[in-house]
């Protein structure tokens, strides 16, 4: 019995001891005998995500007021993944929509981006960081205009995966008032523009009409090349990133883009994602996006999209 016990005693302290030198491990002790080790938290990233499908559908059988059977499908993600460590931090967003409409047998699509922002930050100040940052922004699928054709055509595709696609990488300073919000300034962000499909290149006729042409300039991409740089630029970007309540997050971005050599032609676009979850299952999605951009089109373009879906939200974002 007493080889037992003290067999017991020396097992006991050899992993004490082991725990002791594991430097994952910290030594807690309860009521001055009870010691139990702890492993230290080595995890620096904080990441969340929402998705949600919305479907939204209409049939009429002898409706005497009217009305086209319709069916219509979308998808919207939202992610983030933030780590920090020390004075290094690492922040990246991804936004993603996709989403169809069948209306008499005819499939288009309603709703479609691609977002990616990565910025790596290092802390000079309790509010400020120097960083470096990427974006590039692009569509999943083909997009078409289906109004002032040419006779004989129904539609012309006017856009597709890397026609166009834009690259910005930026240099600056930002300041990170707290994880919700930051305002990144970069006086020295290049930018560049890729055309990976010339079918999408048309020029307007007197009257409006969209005409095929390859030799046409597209999204500031000039005929012949597949690629445009802007090196003398400078991006202004905000990010606030708000749960709202316990049930209501909102995804906000603003961006303008200024070319040093085309300073009367500013860029701005402005991202909205407004999410509800109406219970565990359930969600209602608003989203706005409004871009000013002299090379895609001479006006302001928006979309809007709003419906009512399956929801799926996850966060691992600790609270402050």
Same mark, same amino acid.
């Given at each position: 019995?007493?080889?037992?016990?003290?067999?017991? *005693?020396?097992?006991?302290?050899?992993?004490?001891? *082991?725990?002791?030198?594991?430097?994952? +491990?910290?030594?807690?002790?309860?009521? @001055?005998?009870?010691?139990? &080790?702890?492993?230290?938290?080595?995890? =620096?990233?904080?990441? &969340?995500?929402?998705?949600?499908?919305? !479907?939204?559908?209409?049939?009429?059988?002898?409706?005497?007021?009217?009305?086209?059977?319709? %069916?219509?499908?979308?998808?919207?993600?939202?992610?983030?993944?933030? =780590?920090?460590?020390?004075?290094?931090?690492?922040?990246?967003?991804?936004?993603?929509?996709?989403?169809?409409?069948?209306?008499?047998?005819? +499939?288009?699509? #309603?709703?479609?981006?691609?977002?990616? %922002?990565?910025?790596?930050?290092?802390?000079?100040?309790?509010?400020?960081?120097?960083?470096? #940052?990427?974006?590039?922004?692009?569509?999943?699928?083909?997009?078409?205009? =289906?109004?002032?054709?040419?006779?004989?055509?129904?539609?012309?595709?006017?856009?597709? @995966? @890397?026609?166009? $696609?834009?690259?910005?990488?930026?240099?600056?300073?930002?300041?990170?008032?707290?994880?919700?919000? #930051?305002?990144?300034?970069?006086? @020295?962000?290049?930018?560049?523009?890729?055309?990976?499909?010339?079918?999408?290149?048309?020029?307007?006729?007197?009257?409006?009409?969209? %005409?095929?042409?390859?030799?046409?300039? $597209?999204?500031?991409?000039?005929?012949?090349? &597949?690629?445009?740089?802007?090196?003398?630029?400078?991006?202004?970007? $905000?990010?606030?990133?708000?749960?709202? &309540?316990?049930?209501?997050?909102?995804?906000?971005?603003?961006? !303008?883009?200024?070319?040093?050599?085309?300073?009367? /032609?500013?860029?701005?676009?402005?991202?909205?994602?407004? +999410?509800?979850? !109406?219970?565990?299952?359930?969600?209602? +999605?608003?989203?706005?996006?409004?871009?000013?951009?002299?090379?895609?089109?001479?006006?302001?373009?928006?979309?809007?999209?709003?419906?009512?879906?399956?929801?799926?939200? /996850?966060?691992?974002?600790?609270?402050?």
């Amino acid at each position: 019995m007493l080889c037992k016990t003290l067999y017991a *005693a020396a097992l006991v302290g050899c992993t004490l001891t *082991a725990a002791a030198q594991d430097p994952t +491990t910290t030594q807690v002790t309860t009521n @001055f005998k009870d010691t139990v &080790s702890v492993k230290k938290d080595t995890t =620096y990233w904080q990441k &969340s995500i929402t998705g949600g499908i919305n !479907l939204n559908q209409a049939s009429f059988s002898n409706w005497v007021g009217g009305g086209v059977n319709s %069916i219509a499908i979308g998808g919207v993600v939202a992610a983030r993944a933030l =780590y920090e460590k020390g004075k290094t931090s690492w922040d990246n967003t991804a936004d993603f929509q996709l989403g169809y409409i069948t209306q008499r047998g005819v +499939t288009r699509k #309603s709703s479609d981006q691609l977002i990616i %922002i990565s910025v790596v930050g290092h802390k000079i100040a309790p509010k400020w960081d120097l960083f470096a #940052s990427g974006t590039f922004n692009s569509f999943f699928a083909p997009g078409f205009v =289906y109004d002032k054709l040419p006779a004989g055509r129904s539609d012309f595709k006017v856009s597709s @995966f @890397f026609a166009p $696609a834009q690259l910005t990488l930026a240099w600056g300073v930002a300041y990170k008032p707290n994880d919700e919000f #930051s305002l990144r300034l970069s006086p @020295f962000a290049p930018r560049f523009t890729f055309l990976a499909d010339d079918a999408v290149r048309y020029r307007t006729g007197a009257d409006g009409v969209i %005409i095929p042409d390859p030799t046409a300039k $597209a999204y500031g991409v000039e005929a012949g090349k &597949s690629s445009r740089s802007e090196w003398l630029s400078l991006q202004l970007q $905000a990010v606030w990133n708000k749960k709202l &309540s316990e049930n209501i997050s909102l995804n906000a971005r603003y961006q !303008l883009y200024a070319n040093y050599q085309t300073l009367s /032609a500013i860029d701005h676009r402005v991202d909205l994602l407004l +999410t509800a979850k !109406l219970n565990r299952y359930l969600s209602t +999605t608003f989203g706005v996006i409004a871009l000013y951009d002299k090379d895609f089109f001479d006006g302001l373009q928006i979309q809007q999209s709003l419906g009512i879906g399956l929801i799926y939200n /996850a966060s691992t974002f600790r609270k402050k």
